[in-house]
């Protein structure tokens, strides 16, 4: 089945600070989305990325399409306590008509 | 914009009942809704697939005849587990994309934590 690595497994930050992870995967993917959950909670979209190199930025958070489409970057800038959660990433690959979902980083901001 | 509701929000039942799940996509219309099924501190892992009007594809390794999907408009999808057990105790997710829009975007619903004791 699809692969999506995300990395690290888990964060654990001071209060502004800046957050950054990635997600690889062994396939080319066409779009990326970056998803936050909440504990107990469904994932709420924060970015969505359609083209290889775009950049795109929702606030605090930017996230980067990789050239080669098999990675995705999130960063997060002067992070703060509601950060607190599981960040994945998820794509479909080329083809697929349905979302594979990361593995997931659990960020973890110290007041 | 992009609401999907998800009912009930928590369940308990008894080991060989069935349970019923609702999935609504509040202020738009879903082609397509997909189920998920979250255990703790995992990632989330896709159930099925279905379009409105038509029988759910389901993935590799879940039993249609136990978990019965049915999508009968572009604004609602039901999950049913059948004579449930322990084991099916987790979290389900369900997901809608819009007729319209962007392609690929999915938005979630707020899950159901499903104990079977």
């Known amino acids: 089945g699809q692969q999506l690595n995300q990395s690290p497994q888990s964060m654990f930050i001071q209060e502004g600070e800046d957050v950054s992870m990635n997600c690889t995967s062994s396939?080319?993917?066409?779009?990326w989305l970056w998803y936050k959950q909440d504990p107990g909670e469904g994932p709420v979209l924060l970015i969505a990325?359609?083209?290889?190199?775009e950049l795109t930025s929702n606030g605090r958070l930017t996230a980067q399409f990789g050239i080669t489409r098999k990675d995705s970057f999130l960063n997060i800038s002067a992070s703060i306590p509601s950060d607190v959660g599981i960040y994945f990433c998820a794509g479909p690959p080329v083809g697929a008509n349905n979302l594979f979902f990361g593995t997931g980083t659990r960020l973890t901001v110290i007041p | 914009g992009a609401v999907v509701s998800q009912h009930p929000s928590w369940v308990i039942c008894k080991s060989g009942t069935s349970v019923k799940i609702e999935c609504r996509s509040l202020?738009?219309?879903?082609?397509?809704m997909f189920w998920y099924r979250q255990f703790p501190k995992q990632s989330l892992m896709l159930m099925a697939t279905s379009n409105e009007g038509s029988k759910a594809t389901y993935e590799q390794g879940v039993e249609k005849d136990k978990f019965l999907i049915n999508h009968a408009s572009l604004t609602l999808s039901t999950l049913t587990v059948t004579s449930a057990h322990p084991e099916d105790s987790s979290f389900y997710i369900c997901?809608?994309?819009?007729?319209?829009?962007?392609?690929?975007?999915?938005?979630f619903g707020p899950g159901t934590r499903l104990t079977v004791t």
């Open positions: 396939s080319i993917f066409n779009t």
């Open positions: 990325l359609y083209k290889a190199g």
């Open positions: 202020d738009f219309q879903a082609t397509t």
């Open positions: 997901s809608a994309r819009a007729l319209a829009g962007v392609q690929y975007e999915q938005y």
